[in-house]
């Protein structure tokens, strides 16, 4: 049997990092979170997001609030 990875919510990362909803969509628009994975659930697809998810978003935000423009902040908060 496979080792089940726990995912989260948007509502539920939101709340973990402090970072709106539609902020954290609009990063995923753009690209910049391209390891979130999509559920298909009834009229939509929804997002669920990793551990590594979460700690890139919590990043970028504490990034950006220290001054960095978003393409910076996402840099940074993906570099190993």
Do not use: C
Request: a positive charge; glycine letters at 8%; charged letters at 30%.
């Amino acid at each position: 049997m496979k080792n089940k990875i726990d995912t989260y919510s948007l509502s539920q990362v939101s709340q973990m990092t402090g970072v709106s909803k539609n902020r954290i969509r609009e990063w995923h628009v753009k690209g910049l979170l391209s390891q979130v994975e999509w559920i298909p659930g009834g009229t939509r697809d929804h997002r669920r997001f990793s551990q590594d998810d979460i700690k890139v978003i919590t990043k970028i935000g504490e990034y950006q609030r220290q001054g960095l423009a978003l393409k910076a902040a996402a840099e940074k908060a993906i570099e190993k």
